[in-house]
């Protein structure tokens, strides 16, 4: 640990310390993971690395093997980069393939996370991007049990914060129905009746809304290589905007709800304003067994409309088993709308 610490060059190092309500773990251990992967980050900055941001992770695995990993970025866009989160999980899976037996199973315990500024330079708190919540969200490598570090630099001194997925994802373990029933309650959160009010939209819109989404579903007959078909409807300065999943291959698709923000930009301009979203679609790939989720929503998507054209106000309807949910997508992600980021 002695070497990490002069390694680091970090003088307040010892100054570290967790938040009160952290999820109790071998804090020492903790800190050390944080100070191994933020001088990984350093070394990601220092090689030219052309973004000039380096982000590291150490994730660790319930047989606690523990792996590294740096943001990688061959060039910007988003196809020929990668987080430094899921390159710390590949870099994860590896070793474990390499090292299994037979009684084994793939599962993230922590991940933590790190940029390569030293711990006594104030920044926003870290939280993965949508792109990685993604993996979190649909994936059987992490559960409920998975626990993310990250540092709060916005006071006098960094403080670790501990993150359940759930609370990156509250709605995690939710999922979504393809039964369509006209006689469903409308449950609606006081964050999303504040919504309705401010962007005058009444329970009537709702349902119309959601209507358009359950007939564009019924009537997708563009998904044969999935057998998933999922549609999303928008509503846009008040005008309704419409898309259906469409499958290219089997790895390939057109997301829909990009489509509909899409056609409303292309239509409305840059001032497009996205009030509310309503999704319906079956949950699992057609040939899927039911453990291994793809999901209706796209987190992606929405990581890509809500910095623009939408807001942590924006609707989101979701047709449940018992209910159809009326939330926003600020509930939907919370941590990254508390994040504060601004463009
Ligand atoms: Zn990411």
Redesign the pocket.
Known sequence: MQKHLSESNNSNISKISFEDNCICVDKNLIIDKFIEANILARKNIESGNITNRGIAANVCTFDNVWSLGTNFNNTRNDISSL?A??SAILSSYNNFLLNRNSSSTFKIKYLVLVSSLSFNQKEPLLV??E??LCWFNNSRYFDSKTTIFTLDKTGDIPLIKTFRVEQLLPYFKIKTTNEYSKKKNIEITKKALESMKEFAITESDIKGLFNEAYLSYKNNDLCPVSNQKISCSVLANNHIFVSKKIDWTRRWFVEPLEMCVYKAVEKLGRETFIQAIAYFGDEYFGNNDLLNQDGVVSIRSIGRIRQKQANCKTILILNLKESIKVLTIGEYLPLKFRQGYKI
């Open positions: 987080c989160e899921r993965p991007c792109d990685c």
